[in-house]
T-cell receptor, first 114, second 116 residues
Framework: GDSVTQMEGPVTLSEEAFLTINCTYTATGYPSLFWYVQYPGEGLQLLLKATKADDKGSNKGFEATYRKETTSFHLEKGSVQVSDSAVYFCALSSTSGGSYIPTFGRGTSLIVHP | GAGVSQSPSNKVTEKGKDVELRCDPISGHTALYWYRQSLGQGLEFLIYFQGNSAPDKSGLPSDRFSAERTGGSVSTLTIQRTQQEDSAVYLC??????????????FGPGTRLTVL
C-alpha cells in the first residue's frame, strides 16, 4: 500500500536558519503530494501541494518539488521565523479507485528559537 | 466563514463506556473524513463520507467503531466499549467532494479522547 516517510523530529533551529524536512513516499500510479501544517492547538492546514512530477508547490516562503525519480517531496524554507514553529505533515493522495484518501506521514515537529 | 468544528474538544471516559464524537463540516462540503492521531504517530484514516454514504470503511479499527452522517452535514463517530488504546485525538476534515480532482481538506481542531 501507499506510505509516506518523513524525518523524525523535533527539528530545532534558530530564527533565520535554513529549513529542510525530508519526505519520501511509496505509491502506485501518480499520486498528488502535500504538506500540511498543524500549529499548536489548531487543526491541520494545507501548506502547499504538487500534483505532477517536477511541479513545485510554494506558500508562505515554503517550497517543495515533486521528484518522481527519487520519490521525494522535501519541504524547504530559506529563513524560518519563530511563528513557523509547528508540526509539519507530508501526505500523498492516490488516484486509485477515483477517490482521494490521503496517506499521512508521522509529522515532524519544528521548533524555532529567537 | 465558519470552519470545521468538533465537539467535545476533550473527553475523558472510563474503560467500557460508549462515546460519541461530533463533527460539523463546512457548509456545502459533500465529503467528510475521520482520522485518528495517536501520540507520535501520523494520521490514521478511519472512514470517509461522500454525502451520507460511506464508500470506504476500511480504516475502522474494529467493530466497536461506527460512524454516520445525516443530511449531508453533521457526522457522529461512535466508539462502543472504549478501551485504553482508543485514547487519541480524533480529527475530522471536510472537502468539496471526494472524487474527481483533489479537493483541499479542511480540518477541525480535533477531539482529545482519554480512556481511563
Amino acid at each position: 500500500g501507499d506510505s509516506v516517510t518523513q524525518m523524525e523530529g523535533p527539528v530545532t533551529l534558530s530564527e533565520e536558519a535554513f529549513l529542510t524536512i525530508n519526505c519520501t513516499y511509496t505509491a502506485t500510479g501518480y499520486p498528488s503530494l502535500f504538506w500540511y501544517v498543524q500549529y499548536p492547538g489548531e487543526g491541520l492546514q494545507l501548506l502547499l501541494k504538487a500534483t505532477k512530477a517536477d511541479d513545485k508547490g510554494s506558500n508562505k516562503g515554503f517550497e517543495a518539488t515533486y521528484r518522481k525519480e527519487t520519490t521525494s517531496f522535501h519541504l524547504e524554507k530559506g529563513s524560518v521565523q519563530v511563528s513557523d514553529s509547528a508540526v509539519y505533515f507530508c501526505a500523498l493522495s492516490s488516484t486509485s479507485g477515483g477517490s482521494y484518501i490521503p496517506t499521512f506521514g508521522r509529522g515532524t515537529s519544528l521548533i524555532v528559537h529567537p | 466563514g465558519a470552519g470545521v468544528s468538533q465537539s467535545p474538544s476533550n473527553k475523558v471516559t472510563e474503560k467500557g463506556k460508549d462515546v460519541e464524537l461530533r463533527c460539523d463540516p463546512i457548509s456545502g462540503h459533500t465529503a467528510l473524513y475521520w482520522y485518528r492521531q495517536s501520540l507520535g504517530q501520523g494520521l490514521e484514516f478511519l472512514i470517509y463520507f461522500q454525502g451520507n454514504s460511506a464508500p470506504d470503511k476500511s480504516g475502522l479499527p474494529s467493530d466497536r467503531f461506527s460512524a454516520e452522517r445525516t443530511g449531508g452535514s453533521v457526522s457522529t463517530l461512535t466508539i462502543q466499549r472504549t478501551q485504553q488504546e482508543d485514547s487519541a485525538v480524533y480529527l475530522c476534515a471536510s472537502s468539496l467532494e471526494a472524487s474527481g480532482s483533489y479537493n483541499e481538506q479542511f480540518f477541525g481542531p480535533g477531539t482529545r479522547l482519554t480512556v481511563l
